[in-house]
Structure formats: structure tokens, C-alpha cells
């Protein structure tokens, strides 16, 4: 489909479009495009200036992207994606069909093929998979105004240009990083290097983990951060940009799959209905065949359960607790992992900090429990009958065990996961609690016929 194609109203909405967002920042032209339908998009980002067209399809925020510009004509297409960044057009490519994608390859030249099908080769989710390959790059022989010249020539084709990265004369390996400011209050005729930052640059492997990445990024307080292949030739760069913009899809990500579903992988008003019973269908139907098995358990003690119903009162509460004690403690060790805290080495400590952690706010819930059916028992809210006492030590000492587990249990799912090369967000709360409302209905009945055997079963 091209857009000489569409019908005339398109063309009145990109001129009303154009009219009503004179002055908008990109941020909120985005927004403005995200809204209307890729027909549309097209045919306003075609009309635009190519300048203000590039820096809005530059953007990741904007949905959409490769399809806006499938339907665009070739020449327009071509037009635009020549001058958007590498990264970026490499990561559009990737999301358009085999035929489009070879088309629009062929209109670039020989060196930007190169770089962008080297950042299409790398694994998502890595630096050379996020990184850009415009930086501004300048051998160790220059001076500081031979700098400021080369500098002034080629920023509007770079990345950014708060750091100039100094390559040896001869063999092009990365020696120094020369932060803007230094170079501007430096003597005009002096090398670069006495300018250049003391020591070795922090650099990263192309297949570094972005979540490394962004760690490096945040321990140096860095702007960009170079790759470079194991010679120390510079592929890149990963500005802190970057980061935020993937490390933002990734917590998305997780959050979904923390809430017990798929991925979306898409805006939630983007994605279709059907789309939406996929994510959700899965998780929820292993869940419910997971909580399936706390029926099967009350089945087992069905004649406990008969001979004191009044345990059953309790169920709910013995079955909450464990669960959000193992909720907590997935929340705060899959967080620790993500951001490097721990390791899948530090499982047998974070064992020994939940044993007496579980241990504690067991107690604690036990004691509350304890102390209600005590006043509901002497006020004559509520009769627990004869042996109200033993019911109120059964409730106790079963939220110690349930709420011990339950941490243990929440705390070691994420290394298991980690430890089967399993994303740990896999271990959701519902998942968790699922777990562990089985087993604290074993461990409170277990407890009730040790406690209770002999005078109520």
C-alpha cells in the first residue's frame, strides 16, 4: 500500500495534524501519533519536514514505526530511514517483513549496510544489540582545535558528542575518552591527550547483558558507554538512553509476568482481544489446575474436617499468610537479582536469612491469631468449644511452619528458575501463592492431629 494511494481526507489530517501540534515538543508529536491509525501516521510523517520526521521515528516511544514506514512509498521511506540512527533503523528492519526489509536495505550505501546488518547480527537484550555505531571517534595525533573542527563537521550525524573517544594512530584501538567540557577549555594547538580522562575506559563486550550495561553506565556516571570487540576496536556505543528506554520495556515486561500472565509485548490497547486471551489463558488455567490440589488436600483430611469443623474457620487465614509471606520474599530476591545484588551463588545465604526471618514473622502472625481466638473465646463473641485452647496453640504453632515455608519457598523459586535458564519473573506471586496454599493446608493439618489428637480427633 503506498500513501498516494489513500484518500483525500488523509491528506486534510495531516494538515489539521500539523496545524494543531505547531510548537509541541517530539515527546508529544509521538503521543499525537500513537493515537491515530498507521495510514494516517504515514502520510503526516511524509508531509513533514525530514528533519522533524527523522527525530519523531527515532523515538522508540513511537508505535508502530515499521509499519508506518511499510506503507510509505520507497522513496519516502528510503528518505527518512537515511537519516535516522543505525540502531534504531537496524531494530526497525528487523520488525518489517523479509521483502520490505531487502528493498529498503539496498538503498543504503555499502558502509551503513555494514554497520546495520553488524547491530542486526547481535542478540537482543546485549550491548551490541542496543548499541549505536555513530560516535564520534579521533586518532591520538590530532590537537584540541583539530578536534573542535572534526566535532563541528559531523555532530549532526552522531549519537551524541559529549564524549570523543581517542584511537591509536596505527592500529585503531581505543586509548582514552575525552569528555566535551575538557575539550573546550583546551589549549587549541595541544594534543588531545593532555585533555584526554587518566587511565583505561570503562568499556563492554558486544555480548554483555544489558542489565551489566546499565550497571557499568550507573557505577562510572557515564553518558555512553563504548563496545569494543576483544582487540579493543571500537563497535559502539550504548548511551544511557538507551538503557533507560530498554531497561523500561524489560521492568514492563516483568511486572506483567510478575501479575502471573505472558508478556504482552505490546501497548495494552494495542494489543487484540484474542492476543489478550493467549497471554492470560495459559497462566490462569495452570494456576487453577495448581490450586485444584488444595482441594485434593482438604479431600485427605476430609475426616479431621468432620470431626472439628471448626478448624475450617482458619483456613483462609492459614492459606493468605503463607502465601504472602512467599509473595514478599519472591518480590525482594527476584528484584535483588535483576539489579545485581545477589547471585545465583548467594542461594544458601539468602536460605539462612529467611529460615529465622519465616521463623519470627511467623510468630508474630501466630501470636496475633492466638491472641484473637483468646478474646473471642472470653468476650463470647464466638465459641471454639471445650478445647478452644489447643485450637488457638494449633493456629499458632501452624503459622510458624506456613509462614516459615512460605519465605523459604518464595526466596529459592527465583535461583531454581535462574539456575534452569529461566527468566526468575516466571515466579509470580499468584505462582507462588499457589505453592504454597498446598502445602500450609498440609502443614496446618499435620499440626492440628499432632496437637489435637486425642481430645477433638
Not at 202 to 212: G, I, Y
Request: net charge negative; with cysteine.
Amino acid at each position: 500500500m503506498n500513501i498516494n494511494s489513500f484518500p483525500a481526507r488523509a491528506g486534510n489530517a495531516a494538515r489539521a495534524f500539523i496545524n494543531n501540534n505547531r510548537g509541541a515538543t517530539i515527546a508529544e508529536r509521538v503521543e499525537s501519533l500513537n493515537v491515530l491509525d498507521v495510514a494516517e501516521a504515514a502520510r503526516i510523517l511524509a508531509k513533514m519536514p525530514e528533519e522533524r520526521a527523522v527525530r519523531i521515528l527515532d523515538r522508540p516511544e513511537l508505535r508502530n514505526a515499521p509499519a508506518i514506514l511499510e506503507v510509505m512509498g520507497n522513496a519516502d521511506a528510503s528518505r527518512l530511514l537515511h537519516g535516522m540512527s543505525n540502531d534504531r533503523v537496524a531494530d526497525v528492519l528487523l520488525d518489517m517483513d523479509v521483502d520490505t526489509r531487502a528493498r529498503l536495505f539496498t538503498t543504503f550505501d555499502e558502509h551503513a549496510r555494514q554497520a546495520i546488518q553488524g547491530l542486526m547480527g547481535y542478540p537482543p537484550r546485549t550491548a551490541g544489540g542496543i548499541m549505536t555505531t555513530e560516535f564520534v571517534s579521533v586518532l591520538a595525533s590530532w590537537t584540541v582545535a583539530q578536534t573542535l573542527d572534526h566535532v563541528r563537521q559531523v555532530e549532526r550525524s552522531r549519537e551524541t558528542v559529549y564524549a570523543i573517544y581517542v584511537l591509536d594512530d596505527e592500529t585503531h584501538v581505543l586509548l582514552h575518552v575525552v569528555t566535551l567540557r575538557r575539550l573546550i577549555t583546551g589549549e587549541p594547538d595541544a594534543c588531545i591527550l593532555t585533555v584526554a580522562q587518566k587511565g583505561t575506559p570503562v568499556t563492554a563486550p558486544p555480548l554483555m547483558k544489558q542489565e551489566d550495561v546499565a550497571r557499568l553506565i550507573r557505577r562510572h556516571d557515564l553518558l555512553a558507554l563504548p563496545v569494543v570487540d576483544d582487540k579493543g576496536h571500537m563497535l559502539g556505543i550504548v548511551t544511557v538512553d538507551d538503557v533507560i528506554d530498554t531497561m523500561i520495556a524489560d521492568t514492563t515486561e516483568d511486572a506483567q509476568k510478575f501479575g502471573g500472565m505472558e508478556a504482552l509485548g505490546q501497548p495494552y490497547m494495542k494489543i487484540s482481544f484474542a492476543g489478550m486471551i493467549r497471554k492470560r489463558a495459559g497462566w490462569l488455567a495452570a494456576l487453577f489446575l495448581g490450586e485444584m490440589l488444595t482441594a485434593s488436600a482438604m479431600q485427605h483430611f476430609e475426616g479431621e474436617l468432620e470431626k472439628a469443623v471448626v478448624l475450617t474457620l482458619f483456613i483462609p487465614l492459614i492459606m493468605s499468610s503463607g502465601g504472602n509471606s512467599g509473595s514478599q520474599a519472591t518480590s525482594l530476591i527476584i528484584r535483588a537479582l535483576a539489579l545485581g545484588e545477589l547471585k545465583l551463588s548467594d542461594w544458601w545465604r539468602v536460605a539462612l536469612r529467611e529460615l529465622p526471618t519465616g521463623i519470627v514473622l511467623g510468630a508474630i502472625l501466630g501470636l496475633v491469631g492466638f491472641t484473637r481466638i483468646i478474646a473471642w473465646q472470653s468476650l463470647g463473641l464466638f465459641d471454639y468449644g471445650p478445647h478452644w485452647q489447643l485450637v488457638a496453640l494449633t493456629v499458632f504453632a501452624a503459622l510458624i511452619g506456613i509462614v516459615t515455608f512460605g519465605s523459604l519457598a518464595g526466596s529459592m523459586l527465583p535461583f531454581v528458575l535462574q539456575k534452569l535458564r529461566l527468566d526468575p519473573a516466571s515466579a509470580s506471586a499468584p505462582f507462588v501463592a499457589t505453592l504454597v496454599d498446598v502445602t500450609g493446608l498440609v502443614i496446618y493439618f499435620s499440626v492440628a492431629l499432632l496437637i489435637l489428637s486425642g481430645t477433638m480427633l
